[in-house]
């Protein structure tokens, strides 16, 4: 209830912005009125050409961000859990990680061309980090009762991590996958808008081009929408999942 009354700031946000269209108060001719862009949704849905850039973008953003963090969390655990790798490899995932991933466009358009896997790569790399370095402070955060326990029952290093480390590590990755996944969508948008004719950021620049600011509006707001439903889906998800339906409302709530 609190969330949809949440609602009402943007919503009177939309009515107040009508009004000052109507009433010819905005001096920007190119800004056009929200039933101008519901009249441009409609018609974008109608031809078929939402759905299918909408489809796009969430192919290669989902593709991007499962590999992404998949790759992650295996990176987390390896330099989280195992000392030598920690100590020769944690200061090449800190020049790594602090590489600005929009950067990496232009070089992955060169060796992989204007195609969805370049869009999924840059996805990926833009995944990765949030997952590991979360996954490495949550494994490395174990109580040491359980690590005197876990030696104590002589558990298999395959154990521990089952039994102990990834429990403990849990909340933070899910806030980490949560934030990958926002990240990943903005980066297959920014690798269409610079190199895939495909997809939601290819008709932003082809709305622009073509002077349809409705058009482009109605894409920008379908991209807020679409990371609102994308986060949604993986909160509920992950209510599902064995002893992550508590870290999933919890860091659902703390949201």
Known sequence: MRRLIGFAVPVAVILLWQLVK??????????????????????????GELMTN????LAACLGGWALGSALGLLLGLLLG???PAWTYGMASVEV???LPAISFVPIVVIL???TVEMEIV????????PVAISTIDGVRGVNPVHQDLARTLGLSPVAKVVKFALPTALPKIIVALRLSLSAALV???????VGDPEGIGYALVQSQQSLRPAAM???ILLTGVLGIVLNFILVWTLRFVPGARQAAGGADDAA
């Open 96 to 98: 790594l990680r602090a």
């Open 187 to 193: 980066l297959a948008i920014v690798a269409e808008i």
């Open 22 to 47: 109507s009433a010819g108060l905005l001096p920007y001719d190119n800004v056009p009125a929200p039933s101008d862009i519901w009249s441009s949704t409609v018609d974008l849905a109608s031809s």
């Open 112 to 114: 992989l061309a204007q």
């Open 217 to 219: 509006f109605s894409y």
């Open 54 to 57: 909408t489809g796009h973008t």
């Open 81 to 83: 859990l195992v000392r």
């Open 122 to 129: 840059i996805a990926a790399w833009v995944a990765i980090w």
